[in-house]
């Protein structure tokens, strides 16, 4: 069974503060993605990375960056946490030929007051 | 810009319906199209995979079709259950791209 773990389900954080989520997959698959979730918007793209130390920017990647120093691995990093940063954040994983399935983590719901 | 739309954004039925959930896509090149639940405050958990070669996919109760010369796809559900009360997504993969569009989603609701 495909794992992809966030490793957080909720996170609180303060206006200004950096903030890491963390995202590691067990299946050895090449592509990593970080979405956000907001009502009536739908997953929106931020970044994905599709091999290590490689990424590729999404739909909405201001105000966030992206890094991928192992395969396993893909972190989320909020420079600079801004109250329109709070929402639910969905990590997913997939093999890099294109005919295969997505697999998501549990999501981070995070709040910046 | 390739669209994912889905209608209608909330459904409610009443327990043993077979019900019909849409998928439209605006762009045909499609390497696949996958349908994924989404329960409150959870992460999606994938249902079914339809391959751009195929036209449909079965899992149980489920049943999913891919149409690319309309750009449709449906998710068929046979008498419906209060635990299929989901959001459920669909998600396209265009051909040459590795990134995924999702639709926005239909809240399912049923009821006993």
């Known amino acids: 069974d495909v794992k992809v773990t966030q490793s957080s389900r909720y996170l609180v954080k303060r206006t200004g503060e950096k903030v890491f989520l963390e995202c590691v997959q067990d299946m050895d698959h090449e592509n990593m993605f970080w979405y956000r979730q907001d009502p009536g918007l739908g997953l929106r793209l931020i970044y994905f990375?599709?091999?290590?130390?490689?990424?590729e920017k999404g739909d909405i990647p201001e105000g966030y960056s992206v890094s991928r120093e192992k395969k396993e691995r893909f972190s989320l990093i909020l420079e600079s946490a801004s109250t329109n940063q709070t929402s639910m954040y969905l990590c997913a994983s997939s093999l890099g030929q294109s005919h295969t399935e997505a697999f998501f983590g549990q999501g981070t719901r995070l709040t910046v007051v | 810009k390739q669209e994912v739309t889905q209608i209608p954004a909330a459904l409610s039925v009443p327990e043993g319906e077979n019900l019909v959930l849409n998928c439209s896509f605006t762009?045909?090149?499609?390497?696949?199209l996958q349908w994924f639940r989404q329960d409150p405050g959870k992460g999606l958990t994938s249902l079914l995979l339809i391959q751009s070669s195929q036209r449909e996919q079965t899992s149980g109760r489920l049943n999913a079709s891919l149409d690319k010369s309309s750009g449709r796809s449906t998710l068929y559900i046979a008498a419906s259950q209060p635990g299929d009360s989901a959001t459920y997504l669909c998600?396209?993969?265009?051909?040459?791209?590795?990134?995924?569009?999702f639709g926005k989603g239909t809240k399912l609701t049923v009821n006993p």
């Open positions: 990375s599709y091999d290590v130390k490689m990424k």
């Open positions: 762009d045909s090149a499609i390497y696949n």
């Open positions: 998600r396209m993969r265009r051909g040459g791209s590795e990134k995924l569009v």
